[in-house]
């Protein structure tokens, strides 16, 4: 079975910091990996994805992830954090080997907070 | 474009009820999800369309849930003899290819009093 964990509830960075925001997954195959951002009442919003080829992806609004096969992680990552930035991040993985369909398995989300 | 629209925003409920929760996909879109979002439980898939059918309905919790999608369009999520513990967010995406990001509309926030 797909999993996904997001190891921290909360990280808290200040405005200009670089920001991370990690995951690890566990699929039976090679993974689609997925990372969604999700704003006050508001559905989740794509942020990028890796299907395949380059391991660092770039996304909308600056974000960036590493696909590291070994660590079987895939963090999300910031040069720069805005205020504006802060909301609460799911990451999300695929198994196309697992013969489940297409769906989704989300991480439990980890807030993220900008100060000024 | 226009984007997933669902609707109700809010439903509140009494127990006992059943309530019919729509996804309108983004158009063009063959593949449509449920996913119900709760504090709880995070996160849950409940089923996917690809086309009018449903290959994949093993996330519905209960035989109170199903779902239908008609015209490889619009779907209905209706929950039957409403419970306290389906009070969530439920949300719907859709996507183009089953393979790769989908899109989620703004949810519906169900309320079982």
């Known amino acids: 079975a797909q999993s996904v964990a997001q190891p921290e509830d909360q990280v808290n960075v200040a405005e200009g910091n670089p920001l991370t925001v990690k995951c690890t997954y566990s699929?039976?195959?090679?993974?689609?990996l997925f990372w969604y951002v999700q704003y006050p009442n508001r559905g989740l919003q794509f942020l990028l994805k890796?299907?395949?080829?380059?391991?660092l992806v770039k996304g909308s609004y600056g974000f960036e992830a590493e696909f590291n096969k070994s660590q079987t992680s895939f963090h999300l990552k910031k040069p720069s954090a805005l205020v504006s930035d802060s909301a609460l991040y799911f990451c999300?993985?695929?198994?196309?080997?697992?013969?489940?369909?297409?769906?989704?398995?989300f991480g439990t989300g980890t807030r993220l907070q900008v100060t000024l | 474009g226009a984007g997933v629209s669902q609707s109700p925003s809010n439903k509140v409920t009494e127990k006992g009820k059943d309530v019919e929760l729509r996804c309108d996909p983004i158009?063009?879109?063959?593949?449509l999800y449920w996913y119900r979002q709760s504090l709880g439980q995070g996160l849950e898939f409940l089923i996917y369309?690809?086309?009018?059918?449903?290959?994949?309905k093993s996330g519905l919790p209960s035989d109170r849930f199903s779902a239908e999608r008609t015209g490889g369009s619009v779907s209905t999520l209706t929950i039957q003899r409403t419970q306290q513990e389906d009070s969530a967010v439920y949300l719907c995406?859709?996507?183009?290819?089953?393979?790769?990001?989908?899109?989620f509309g703004p949810g519906t926030r169900l309320t079982v009093t």
């Open positions: 995406a859709s996507t183009a290819d089953s393979r790769y990001e989908q899109y």
């Open positions: 699929v039976s195959g090679n993974p689609y």
């Open positions: 890796y299907i395949t080829g380059d391991n």
């Open positions: 999300a993985v695929r198994d196309p080997d697992s013969g489940t369909a297409s769906k989704l398995t």
């Open positions: 158009s063009g879109h063959t593949a």
């Open positions: 369309f690809q086309g009018n059918s449903a290959p994949d």
